[in-house]
């Protein structure tokens, strides 16, 4: 099993280009979730999903859209890069989400520079 | 609103000797708490969890501990190894989201 897999995994965008950042789980689970990590500070939730065809906001949306047509990929969009959004972004997994405690499975992340 | 504190941003301990992660949350809503690992250019990893109506969980050299009325949580490692050099988050976990503290960098020294 490859667990959760991100692509890619180094970015250099200019101000006001878009982009995907690809994530692929193989556990089927039917959980997904897209965090940002800055430095010196802890994992924020952009967007979430809890099935396919089913996405949510998180606590730092803006910016951002999400979509997920299948139960394994859980794409993230930029579509106007600002340097606010230089970030590691992170996507993970869940099995049953977080009402039984479930732990959540990370990808190795995307480190992404606007500039 | 930071609803989840991890107020030592670094902690260097001996190897073999006990480590002490603290963690204190604001939220009661919270239903569960986990701690997560995390090596340099990798995905955090999880550790160890606690449901809010428990105390205490173990599991192996980690032990959680939570203390409902003070709102605050710690991990303790024993023995500490050089394997266990990284950074340790704490998430409180409601409403399908997680919400994750800063991170402590644990520094095991040989």
């Known amino acids: 099993n490859a667990g959760v897999t991100q692509t890619p995994k180094f970015r250099i965008l200019k101000i006001g280009q878009s982009m995907t950042l690809q994530c692929t789980q193989d556990m089927n689970h039917n959980y997904m979730y897209w965090y940002r990590q800055d430095p010196g500070m802890g994992l924020k939730l952009i967007y979430y999903s809890v099935g396919a065809g089913i996405t949510d906001k998180g606590e730092v949306p803006n910016g951002y859209n999400v979509s997920r047509s299948t139960t394994e990929d859980f794409p993230l969009r930029l579509e106007l890069a600002a340097p606010s959004q230089t970030s590691v972004y992170f996507c993970?997994?869940?099995?049953?989400?977080?009402?039984?405690?479930?732990?959540?499975?990370f990808g190795p992340g995307t480190r992404l520079t606007v500039t | 609103d930071q609803q989840v504190k991890q107020n030592s941003p670094s902690l260097s301990v001996q190897e073999g000797r006990i480590s002490i992660l603290n963690c204190d949350y604001t939220?009661?809503?919270?239903?569960?708490f986990l701690w997560y690992k995390k090596y340099p250019a990798e995905g955090p990893t999880f550790l160890i969890s606690?449901?809010?109506?428990?105390d205490k969980n173990e599991d192996g050299r980690f032990t959680v501990f939570l203390n409902k009325s003070a709102k605050h949580l710690s991990l303790h490692i024993v023995p500490s190894q050089p394997g266990d050099s990284a950074v340790y988050f704490c998430a409180g976990g409601g409403n399908e989201k997680l919400t994750f503290g800063t991170g402590t960098r644990l520094t095991i020294i040989p």
């Open positions: 993970a997994s869940s099995n049953g989400g977080l009402a039984g405690g479930d732990e959540q499975y």
């Open positions: 939220n009661s809503m919270f239903d569960y």
């Open positions: 606690i449901s809010s109506i428990k």
